[in-house]
T-cell receptor
């Protein structure tokens, strides 16, 4: 398994501000992802965080709005920029462990409320 | 594009009952299928992982099956308990180990004492 720590666990932010979410994994992982879960909905993949290079974004998500850093194989950050109430969601960091099994593990999530 | 559907959206059962949750997917070229549990406001906890070459996996009171040809998976929960109340999500990883996972909308289970 994998132990994944996310900070902050929750925050309340004002419209127009930005918030950076941190994800720390207890061991080196190749694949790390950021998901969004809007209220009452399932998970949507925002991007794949690539170590040492730019993240790979899914359709509908752009780097200017969701800049991602991944300086090493155990750490990543997601910034939600210029927030609006529509950005109120749970943001989840996940990793794949097990080269052959490809099992996905998640952090506890960061619940963001934008006023 | 992979699409994952979970039925029913919500389920309420009395304690002790056996139950089945369903997951269907449109593209059978999958790498694996994973069942998760999510408690309100929390992250996802991995329950069972089935590789594309496998037919089922078991853990305690949980049994998950996979039928790739029909694009279906089921999660069987035996002797349900109030502590099983949560949302259960199915995720399908497409193609290879580097493929993306597509999630269903989940089934919210309530087990009444």
């Amino acid at each position: 398994s994998a132990v994944i720590s996310q900070k902050p666990s929750r925050d309340i932010c004002q419209r127009g501000t930005s918030l950076t979410i941190q994800c720390q994994v207890d061991s080196q992982v190749t694949m790390m992802f950021w998901y969004r879960q809007q209220p009452g909905q399932s998970l949507t993949l925002i991007a794949t965080a690539n170590q040492g290079s730019e993240a790979t974004y899914e359709s509908g998500f752009v780097i200017d709005k969701f800049p991602i850093s991944r300086p090493n194989l155990t750490f990543s950050t997601l910034t939600v920029s210029n927030m609006s109430p529509e950005d109120s969601s749970i943001y989840l960091c996940s990793v794949v462990k097990g080269r052959d099994t490809g099992e996905l593990f998640f952090g506890e999530g960061s619940r963001l409320t934008v006023l | 594009k992979q699409e994952v559907t979970q039925i029913p959206a919500a389920l309420s059962v009395p304690e002790g009952e056996n139950l089945v949750l369903n997951c269907s997917f449109t593209d059978s070229a999958i790498y694996n299928l994973q069942w998760f549990r999510q408690d309100p406001g929390k992250g996802l906890t991995s329950l069972l992982l089935i590789q594309s070459s496998q037919r089922e996996q078991t853990s305690g009171r949980l049994n998950a099956s996979l039928d790739k040809s029909s694009g279906r998976s089921t999660l069987y929960i035996a002797a349900s308990q109030p502590g099983d109340s949560a949302t259960y999500l199915c995720a399908v990883r497409s193609g290879t180990n580097a493929g993306k996972s597509t999630f269903g909308d989940g089934t919210t289970l309530t087990v009444k004492p």
